[in-house]
């Protein structure tokens, strides 16, 4: 399962004697791999700025994780070429460890060999400034977050705009990817070709009389450029002066002139714009390879990943970092609300191993640790109670201190 159960309890005798007997529990039975989660001491202040800290860090976490899935979810639409790479963009920094630093590894290593990064948030500024520096970063990721996709989505509107263009029906689609000098009488002053869309039932039809709808057609001018599945666009040449009756008689036949004049400089614009368009959206996940060192075998060629892609994989990994660390705190200051000063809890992360066990999983915790809250724990046992004044019926709240980590981003 990609879900993990961040919980604590007291650091007392007692308390360290249920843990092991939740992981005997939970071993035997196959229930959860379970791990303890390192938590460095903190400034802690007073009990009612952690209150304070507490609702912030949890609207912190909210943004946070729904910050990530906008990530994901960007990687998925940049890579839209190629969905099946889109986990291996979703990576975070290897850890603080020398020999990891440079390595990207997946979500739940990361979060299984979770160690608090010192440098990043030192642990010994006061709380409210550990906060504060995680949600101007995590601000600062969104905003340029927003930047970057929204010039992203403006340039692959415009494409799909064209590209529907370029698919549509005779009467509306572009003709740009069709026409050629060649099919047009060009700089006459006498005689001018037109377009003509004929159903594809008249073709036999458009070519007896096409050169009989009016005086003065060319005879032998008419030829398929192109054609789809409900008709074709034929090329027919006159002169000037006929237009307006060849095109009334046309219509009388169940054929449509197409109004188009061909400008060869517009032409050329709309296919390079096109090609244009084309090039920059696959820039901004296209992988190329650069040597390092030419002939080097120690240095093979190195994967150069385009802009958006490259920015969303480095903001993606800290931006996950960063909620993982949030997380962190909210299992500190939750602990120290719960089970007082001195600072004394023990953080353990569980992994269920199966859906169908979870509901096993928490019974085992509950029963484990009612004794930190007896009515908490019989509320679990009857969903339906509800004490005034207590909101027990929370499905959040529990004997212990719990937060979920939910790497299911993408769903």
């Known amino acids: 399962m990609s879900e993990f159960w961040l919980i604590s309890a007291p650091g007392d005798k007692e308390n360290l004697h249920a843990l092991e007997r939740l992981n005997t529990v939970t071993s035997k039975s196959n229930l959860s791999y379970n791990t303890k989660f390192a938590i460095p001491d903190f400034k802690v202040g007073t009990l009612d700025s952690l209150v304070g800290l507490s609702d912030e860090l949890g609207k912190l976490d909210t943004f946070a994780e729904s910050l990530i899935k906008r990530m994901a979810q960007s990687v998925v639409e940049v890579m839209e070429d190629a969905k099946g790479k889109v986990q291996e963009n ?49 601000a600062q990721i969104e905003t340029d977050l927003k930047g970057r996709t929204a010039a992203y989505s403006t340039l692959k509107a415009t494409l799909d705009s064209l590209n529907q263009k370029a698919k549509a029906n005779l009467f509306t689609r572009t003709l740009s990817d069709i026409v050629n000098k060649d099919d047009f009488v060009l700089d006459s002053e006498y005689l001018v070709t037109l377009l003509v869309i004929v159903p594809t039932q008249n073709y036999i039809q458009w070519q007896k009389t096409y050169e009989s709808l009016s005086d003065m057609v060319v005879p032998r001018s008419t030829k398929l450029i192109f054609e789809d599945k409900e008709g074709g666009l034929f090329t027919v040449t006159l002169f000037r002066k006929v237009i307006d009756d060849f095109k009334a008689r046309a219509k009388e036949n169940k054929f449509t002139v197409r109004e188009f004049y061909y400008d060869e400089k517009e032409i050329t614009r709309e296919r390079e714009e096109m090609t244009r368009l084309l090039s920059a959206k696959k820039q901004q996940y296209q992988t190329s390879c650069v040597a390092l060192k030419k002939g080097s075998s120690t240095f093979p060629d190195h994967k150069v990943k385009g802009p958006l892609l490259r920015w969303l994989k480095v903001n993606f990994s800290e931006a996950f970092i960063a909620w993982v660390h949030i997380k962190a705190l909210r299992v500190f200051v939750e602990s120290v609300l719960r089970y007082g000063l001195p600072v004394n809890f023990q953080a353990v992360l569980l992994q269920p191993q199966k859906k169908s066990s979870v509901k096993r999983l928490r019974e085992v915790l509950n029963s484990v640790f009612k004794h930190l809250d007896e009515v908490a724990a019989a509320s679990m046992l009857d969903a339906a109670m509800d004490i005034p004044g207590l909101q027990l019926n929370n499905q959040d709240y529990f004997p212990y201190v719990y937060f979920r980590i939910d790497l299911s981003l993408l769903d």
């Open 90 to 138: 979703l990576l975070a920094n290897g850890g603080l460890k020398e020999k990891m630093k440079c390595l990207k590894i997946d979500l739940t290593s990361f979060v299984t060999h979770f160690e608090w990064d010192m440098a990043k948030y030192p642990a010994k500024q006061p709380l409210p400034s550990v906060v504060d520096t995680l949600a101007k970063q995590l």
